[in-house]
């Protein structure tokens, strides 16, 4: 029958909806919408490499560039850096504070060990000791900034006293003459990050940064237009299930405060 032709059913649900969509008993409907066209957007995504969009980068925009050395900040258990590591020739250095997730990521990836350099330092705006926050359930988690223990899900009570440095400083103590990928997911301290690396950035120039933008944003009072103000010479991209798409960063819908990866590429 024609009325059971697909495009048909849709358009009728659509004119349903719209003519109906303020009524107390569609609020539910509209939660799930709202919640479905999020993760389209590349919101909320967080379940798997495939679905965060990380796997696509790393495999269709990242390998391709035939990447030298590549930096994951924060790189917890190395889930990242595997990825890196299996899809390109790249060596990575990969920054973790936490001991005892430190200690599980040399042992993850040990098979690596010609081409990774492990540090068991944070990351930021200085070089000085700092208190991390973190739960020992979810070393995901760990942060270096109480404001975001406003985040519902975080459990961060327990405190270490640990080092960080910043980029700054670690290029130019490394002599690190190029970086092709900067990976930063630090659970709220990504700005402190990027303070820290003004030099590197010039002066390394490296053609991706990829920030993880999350409701901690929210409560340390940063939106990703701020980011893109640091970044002037970068345009901005989302990353979305199996792909990626170009943003505007002073666009509303681009700083919602919720789970997203945002990858900054460099022009020219």
């Not at 560039?65 to 790249?90: H, K």
């Not at 705006?125 to 942060?143: G, M």
Request: proline share 4%; with cysteine; net charge neutral.
């Amino acid at each position: 029958m024609e009325n059971d032709n697909p495009q048909t059913l849709v358009s009728n649900f659509l004119g349903f909806y719209a003519a109906n969509k303020h009524k107390p008993e569609l609020r539910a409907l509209s939660d799930y919408l709202l919640a479905q066209a999020l993760s389209v957007r590349g919101y909320n995504n967080y379940q798997t490499s495939q679905l965060t969009g990380e796997k696509f980068f790393i495999n269709n925009i990242l390998a391709p560039a035939n990447p030298e050395l590549c930096f994951d900040i924060g790189a917890n258990t190395g889930g990242y850096s595997r990825l890196v590591l299996e899809a390109t020739d790249s060596k990575v250095i990969a920054f973790e504070p936490l001991p005892s997730t430190f200690t599980n990521l040399r042992a993850q990836l040990a098979n690596y060990s010609t081409r990774i350099m492990f540090e068991n330092l944070g990351v930021g705006n200085k070089c000085k000791q700092l208190a991390l926050y973190y739960n020992e359930d979810a070393s995901s988690h760990a942060s270096f900034s109480v404001d975001v223990n406003g985040v519902s899900y975080l459990r961060n009570t327990n405190k270490i006293s640990v080092p960080i440095i910043t980029l700054d400083y670690y290029f130019k103590e490394k002599e690190i003459k190029k970086v092709d990928l900067v990976k930063i997911d630090v659970e709220g301290f990504e700005s402190e990050v990027i303070e820290g690396a003004k030099s590197f950035l010039r002066i390394c120039q490296p053609k991706y940064v990829q920030l993880e933008f999350n409701w901690h944003q929210l409560f340390r009072n940063k939106t990703l237009s701020w980011f893109a103000d640091q970044l002037t010479d970068y345009e901005c991209y989302q990353l979305l299930p199996n792909d990626w798409a170009k943003r505007d960063a002073r666009d509303p819908l681009c700083n919602i405060y919720l789970f997203s990866n945002f990858v900054f590429v460099r022009r020219h």
